[in-house]
């Protein structure tokens, strides 16, 4: 699971397979996993300068969560 150098994002784990990515949070510190994140979404989100911010925009409101 990498750790991020990020101010909103403690670390992300995506399984390519379930097109699953779970996100753990710094100031909660609780974990959701997102549903049918593809590939190319994690790879971006990896990329980006601001993770938190791509994660806000493209990930948060736009795909299916749980807690875990």
């Known amino acids: ?3 991020l150098e990020s ?3 403690v670390s992300v784990w995506y399984d390519a397979k379930r ?4 996100a753990t949070f710094r100031d909660t ?4 996993v ?3 994140v593809a590939p ?3 790879e971006a989100l990896m ?3 601001s993770k938190g911010a791509w994660f806000n925009l ?3 409101d736009t795909h299916a969560f749980r807690e875990v």
């Open 1 to 3: 699971m990498p750790y």
């Open 7 to 9: 101010s909103a994002l």
């Open 19 to 22: 097109r699953a990515l779970r």
């Open 29 to 32: 510190g609780r974990s959701y």
């Open 34 to 36: 997102y549903q049918d």
């Open 40 to 42: 190319e979404e994690y």
């Open 47 to 49: 990329a980006a300068d």
């Open 58 to 60: 493209h990930i948060r």
